[in-house]
C-alpha cells in the first residue's frame, strides 16, 4: 500500500489531490482528516464502511474505503459532482448486496 502523503495536514491534503486527483491512506490517517474537514454528506454503505463528502479549505473530497482496507480521497469539482459519484457508488453497493457479483474499481 502507498501513501503518498508524509504530512497529514489540509495543505498536504489539498496539495497532492491537486496533483493526483485521488489519493490513497491508511484508516488511521482518516481520523486526522476527519478532524479537520467538515462533512457534508455521510452514510454507511454496510458493505464498505462510510462513504463521505468532506470539504477542506473549500476544496470537495469524496472519501471511501477500498476493498484492500484504504481509505481513497477522490477530489471532484463541486458538491452536485461528489452526489453523483456517491449515487453511483451506493447503487453499485445496492446491487452487490443483492449478489450481482459486481465489483467497485477503486484504483482506475
Known amino acids: ?50 462513504i463521505r463528502i468532506l470539504k477542506i479549505d473549500d476544496r470537495i473530497i469524496v472519501q471511501e474505503k477500498t476493498d484492500k482496507n484504504e481509505v481513497a480521497l477522490h477530489l471532484v469539482k463541486d458538491e452536485p459532482e461528489a452526489k453523483i459519484f456517491i449515487d453511483e457508488r451506493l447503487d453499485i453497493y445496492e446491487k452487490m448486496w443483492d449478489g450481482c457479483g459486481c465489483k467497485v474499481k477503486y484504483y482506475d
Open 1 to 50: 500500500m502507498n501513501y503518498p502523503i508524509s504530512d497529514i495536514s489540509p495543505e498536504s491534503i489539498i496539495k497532492s489531490l491537486n496533483a493526483n486527483g485521488k489519493i490513497y491512506l491508511s484508516p488511521d490517517e482518516l481520523k486526522n482528516i476527519l478532524s479537520f474537514s467538515e462533512i457534508i454528506f455521510e452514510q454507511n454503505t454496510l458493505i464498505s464502511d462510510f
